[in-house]
């Protein structure tokens, strides 16, 4: 105990009580579970951009130079750097998922990284927001009359549309982010077990990215400078259900692995 005990057991004992109550155990390994999920949570969260960012170049390298290059390195810069940074943050002000302390102690030898979050954030979540941009670029490029192999470069007729294409790829990568970012702020329990604004950190984070995603595609400076080009409103709306259908997928996964939990119970 840090009050009544003697310096002699202080010293000798692992763990030292400051207000000589035993709830404070539970408390501290509570705290320490969740900063711990929230730490897994950041990193399925960077992860997850993995496979949007990497399968652009694929297409471009696989396609012979006959696809144009659905995102541009700028924008992949742009991205990283502009757009991911506060969601992420923000992720780590997560409160306790339900069930928390339910979950038996994990073995000491496992690390923060496991197969399983890898799977969820490269072959489940980023494959879904990689299909999605990648939609968002065809769709455009094709509804301007592109066919396989037309040239798409600067002075050509159809570099406009494709500068609008890179950025639908580039907007839909920001969609999907958003839809990743609200997937992972739980592992197994449903968002509404937390409230869907229940992290005003993270709602602040979105608004802050969506405002700089306008300055990135409608400023003329950042036009010059990343290769965007202002988008119609019929191609924002083709973004908007986006982050629904990340979001909404992950929702579906997590509800399948709650009822296959409830019937053959293993470990979290």
């Known amino acids: ?155 050509q007729p159809l570099h406009h549309a494709y500068q609008q294409a890179t950025t639908m790829t580039f907007l839909g990568m920001i969609a999907g982010q958003i839809g990743t970012a609200f997937a992972v702020r739980t592992s197994r329990a449903s968002l509404r077990s937390v409230g869907v604004l229940s992290n005003r950190y993270l709602l602040a984070a979105i608004a802050g990215e969506l405002l700089l995603a306008a300055v990135f595609v409608y400023t003329p400076p950042f036009q010059k400078l990343l290769g965007t080009a202002a988008l119609p409103a019929s191609d924002l709306l083709f973004l908007l259900p986006y982050p629904f259908i990340v979001w909404g997928a992950d929702e579906l996964r997590r509800y399948l692995i709650r009822r296959h939990s409830s019937r053959s119970p293993q470990r979290q």
């Open 1 to 155: 105990m840090g009050r009544s005990g003697t310096d002699v057991a202080r010293e000798a004992s692992a763990m030292v009580l400051t207000d000589d109550n035993f709830a404070s155990i539970a408390t501290a390994v509570r705290d320490g579970r969740r900063i711990y999920d929230n730490v897994r949570k950041f990193i399925i969260y960077i992860f997850a951009h993995a496979t949007p960012e990497v399968l652009p170049f694929l297409f471009f390298a696989l396609g012979g130079g006959r696809i144009p290059l659905p995102l541009t390195i700028l924008q992949l810069l742009a991205f990283d750097v502009g757009s991911e940074t506060l969601p992420a943050l923000a992720l780590s002000r997560e409160p306790a998922e339900p069930g928390l302390m339910d979950r038996p102690p994990r073995p000491r030898s496992e690390g923060v990284i496991r197969g399983p979050m890898l799977l969820r954030a490269w072959l489940f979540l980023g494959a879904i927001v990689a299909a999605l941009q990648m939609t968002g670029f065809f769709y455009v490029l094709t509804r301007a009359g592109w066919i396989l192999g037309d040239p798409t470069g600067p002075g």
